[in-house]
Every structure is written in structure tokens, then in C-alpha cells.
């Protein structure tokens, strides 16, 4: 069975500086990593995706993530935060076509 | 623009009255979708279909029901809501040939449970 835990249900940072969101999972065979973004009264917006192929993934937004398998973590990154990425942040993992399973999300907050 | 559309975007039902949310898809996924998800909560999926294949969760309570009529639309009926009920509910759908099985999510139903 996989699970993914994310460190830090709120993440605070100053608008232009890193963004760093933590997710570590847990898979018996390679994994599909996903992380999601949910704007308030909004449905899930894929921000980026590992599947596999490149172990630093470029998505959306600015934002990127690196699968590291010695360390089974997939944490997301952006340079410079802007007020805009102020939203829910979700972590999952799949092993194929199976459902997903979700972190408990990461609220990120951008302060001026 | 293909996409995930869910209808109403808010809904509101008394105590014990049957509701229906309904949820349509242009993407032509044969996997579609239905979670529930409460205030800063990840989302919980109840079932979903693989085609015509209902996969109900262990969990999922049997006041929830779905409806597959075609591959574009799938209902979520409750059938007698309560005030645990009160959630977003949202649709996603997948292609079972894809890697990974990217979900694509649609902006949800904000139910409120009167």
C-alpha cells in the first residue's frame, strides 16, 4: 500500500522568496507522484507530475519537484513566491491504476 | 476546451432531502470519479467507475449512490442527506491507459445541509 505524509499543514513565506513544500512517500514499487493545488472553492489543479521518466519535473506555474528515491521524497519548489500561489497544496501517489492517495495538504501563505 | 464540469456549483437541501449532483465530461475518460472533501481535509474518494464497473469504497456510506448513464455523465445522489453531509463534492476523471492515472478534477458542488 503507498501513503504520502506532508510536513507542515501551513507553510508562511514572504512574497519573492523560496517556496518549499515537503512530501515523502511510501511505495512497495516505483511510484507515481503527483501534487495538486486547490484554490478556495475550487477543484484540483495538476501542478506537475513524476512518472518515471526525468527525476526533476517542471510544471505550471514556476513551480518544480525532484523525485528522489534514496530519500523517497518529492517536495515542490519555486525560485520566488508570488501573492497569487496562496492556496491548498496536495501531495499523491499512485502505482499505476490504482486511486490515488492524497497528503493531508499544505496551505501555503504569501505574505506581501 | 475539453474539460470537467460540475453542476450546480452550490447547493443547498434540507435535512433528509434527496439531492442529486451531477457531473459531465468532454474528455472522453472511460474512469470518472466522485470524492468528498471537508473543510481542510484531503479529498476522500467514494467510488468510482471504470466504465460501466461500479467500485464502491469499503467505507462510503450507503446514503451514497451513483449513476453512470453514459461515458460523459455520472451522478452522485444522497439519498437522504445529513449535517455530515455538508461538503464539496468533487468529480474527476482519468484514462485507464494513461501513466500514471492522472485525475483530471472538476470545481466541485459546495453542498450545504440545512
Known amino acids: 500500500a503507498q501513503s504520502v505524509t506532508q510536513l507542515g499543514s501551513h507553510v508562511s513565506v514572504s512574497e519573492g522568496a523560496l517556496v518549499l513544500l515537503r512530501c515523502n512517500y511510501s511505495?512497495?514499487?516505483?511510484?507515481?507522484l503527483f501534487w495538486y493545488v486547490q484554490y478556495p472553492n475550487q477543484g484540483l489543479q495538476l501542478l506537475l507530475k513524476?512518472?518515471?521518466?526525468?527525476?526533476l519535473v517542471k510544471g505550471i506555474n514556476g513551480f518544480e519537484a525532484e523525485f528522489k528515491k534514496s530519500e523517497t521524497s518529492f517536495h515542490l519548489t519555486k525560485p520566488s513566491a508570488h501573492m497569487s500561489d496562496a492556496a491548498e497544496y496536495f501531495c499523491?501517489?499512485?502505482?499505476?491504476?490504482?486511486?490515488?492517495?492524497f497528503g493531508t495538504g499544505t496551505r501555503l501563505l504569501v505574505s506581501p | 476546451d475539453a474539460m470537467v464540469i460540475q453542476n450546480p456549483r452550490y447547493q443547498v437541501t434540507q435535512f433528509g432531502k434527496p439531492v442529486t449532483l451531477s457531473c459531465s465530461q468532454t474528455?472522453?475518460?472511460?474512469?470518472m470519479y466522485w470524492y468528498q472533501q471537508k473543510s481542510s481535509q484531503a479529498p476522500k474518494l467514494l467510488f468510482h467507475?471504470?466504465?460501466?464497473?461500479?467500485?464502491n469504497e469499503a467505507d462510503t456510506p450507503d446514503n451514497f449512490q451513483s449513476r453512470r448513464p453514459n461515458t460523459s455523465f455520472c451522478f452522485l445522489d444522497i439519498r437522504s442527506p445529513g449535517l455530515g453531509d455538508a461538503a464539496m463534492y468533487l468529480c474527476?476523471?482519468?484514462?485507464?491507459?494513461?501513466?500514471?492515472?492522472?485525475?483530471?478534477f472538476g470545481p466541485g458542488t459546495r453542498l450545504t445541509v440545512l
Open positions: 474527476a476523471t482519468s484514462r485507464v491507459d494513461s501513466k500514471g492515472n492522472e485525475q483530471f
Open positions: 511505495s512497495s514499487v516505483p511510484p507515481y
Open positions: 513524476y512518472t518515471s521518466a526525468a527525476t
Open positions: 499523491a501517489v499512485t502505482t499505476g491504476f490504482q486511486k490515488l492517495v
Open positions: 474528455l472522453n475518460h472511460n474512469v
Open positions: 467507475y471504470y466504465d460501466k464497473d461500479f467500485n
